[in-house]
């Protein structure tokens, strides 16, 4: 049997040689993100985690064979809701803490989707995952504050009261696990909004391309119509290479693959923020940072594969060494980032804010990002980090690899 599933895995993966000649053409991007959705039962859940982990180390071997570099790799449940539904408080939290620690062993990345799907839903799940948020370390959920149907007022007061309430997490960290997003579809491979409602067995990717548009905007600087269609083609080499995996790897495993979000996600001094300054010549958030962001996300847009998830463009504060210096010199600011989600994505994300915000503020925060997606119909996301004990002028002081220090700013005056 063993040899007959080496035969089939060599079977799907050698069509991708067709692909290597187009990748070595631009700087190959990690892959950011190999996501897993499933539906596990709470008596099972050790084996569906299995399971899951097995496809995805299919997906990232055939990754390795390209020479792209994989990440992280995740693995998204049904709704918090409905893992806990029928379990008294004590036992839903024991619950998350075990799925936690299973994700920890196994190296996954694990999202437990919308505490808040509806905005009649109850506010228990919300509750709970506060609780869970604290202390845990692999789990990331979400809450949804706008969908077709309108805008969830009860959820966004929900989200600021979460929000508010894991602001006394260590150095507000518990916050970084948790975003309240708008108008975004489900299967999207990106935390931590992905989700899902289905039955599970499917899959999605998204890169680390904050690079592959530095690359191509030091060609094309100051060159809209130039810099979309370069980059367009760039992006699509890697993004035809995922979905070829996808594809194959689904078909193999009796899986489907839902596509390749190819939002080009910064991380460090893999910055899009260095990017969108390479093509303006100017500070971001001068003139002509808008325009950048409407010239990466007209080229993501174009991109010829199967597309889940945002397709935009990410300006994650906290994530992206240059913008968090760019924040620190008051260069731009939550206006500005809403001005920028007119036109891309995400929103507002890794936003550091003042410890002592109440939730009123938070909630009218919540609210603008979900007017702004409700009315133009895209996705975005509010991913808030209240810094417990700090105000505007101070340095904050994360104890994490993936959020770099900056100054914070002054929040508008409500007076």
């Not at 035969?7 to 700087?27: E, G, I, N, R």
């Not at 062993?105 to 709970?128: C, F, I, K, S, Y």
């Not at 916050?175 to 289905?198: C, I, K, Q, V």
Request: glycine share 8%.
């Amino acid at each position: 049997m063993l040899r007959r599933l080496g035969f089939c895995v060599l079977l799907w993966l050698l069509p991708l040689a067709a692909f290597a000649l187009d990748a070595t053409q631009t700087t190959l991007p990690n892959v950011r993100a190999i996501t897993a959705f499933v539906r596990i039962e709470r008596a099972n859940y050790a084996r569906n985690f299995t399971d899951a982990k097995a496809v995805l180390d299919d997906v990232k071997a055939a990754f390795a064979k390209r020479g792209y570099v994989v990440q992280t790799q995740r693995l998204v449940t049904q709704p918090v809701g409905e893992l806990i539904d029928g379990l008294s408080d004590d036992d839903a939290l024991a619950l998350l803490k075990r799925l936690d620690a299973l994700a920890g062993e196994q190296g996954l990345a694990l999202n437990v989707g919308p505490a808040m799907l509806h905005d009649t839903d109850d506010t228990r799940a919300m509750h709970l995952l506060a609780s869970a948020l604290a202390t845990q370390t692999h789990t990331n959920a979400s809450a949804i504050i706008a969908a077709t149907n309108g805008i969830h007022w009860k959820t966004i007061r929900a989200s600021a009261a979460l929000v508010h309430a894991l602001a006394d997490s260590p150095h507000g960290q518990g916050n970084f696990n948790f975003a309240a997003t708008a108008m975004l579809s489900p299967y999207g491979p990106f935390y931590p909004g992905a989700y899902h409602t289905g039955a599970g067995k499917q899959l999605s990717f998204g890169f680390e391309g904050a690079s592959v548009v530095r690359e191509v905007f030091a060609r094309t600087h100051g060159d809209f119509d130039a810099s979309v269609k370069e980059l367009t083609n760039a992006l699509a080499t890697h993004a035809r290479v995922a979905e070829a995996i996808g594809e194959q790897v689904a078909k193999a495993r009796g899986w489907t693959f839902m596509g390749v979000d190819p939002t080009p996600a910064p991380l460090g001094d893999v910055s899009i923020g260095a990017a969108m300054e390479t093509w303006s010549g100017a500070r971001f958030g001068s003139s002509g940072t808008l325009t950048a962001a409407l010239a990466i996300t007209s080229a993501v847009k174009a991109v010829p594969v199967k597309q889940v998830g945002y397709s935009g463009l990410m300006v994650p504060v906290l994530e992206d060494k240059r913008l968090s210096d760019r924040w620190a010199e008051n260069g731009y600011g939550i206006d500005s980032l809403l001005a920028y989600s007119s036109v891309c994505g995400t929103g507002l994300d890794t936003v550091p804010l003042p410890g002592d915000i109440s939730e009123e503020q938070l909630a009218r925060i919540f609210g603008d990002v979900a007017s702004l997606a409700w009315k133009w119909h895209k996705p975005l996301t509010a991913r808030l980090l209240p810094i417990p004990g700090k105000k505007a002028g101070n340095r904050t002081e994360f104890e994490s690899q993936y959020l770099f220090n900056t100054t914070l700013q002054a929040l508008p005056r409500d007076r």
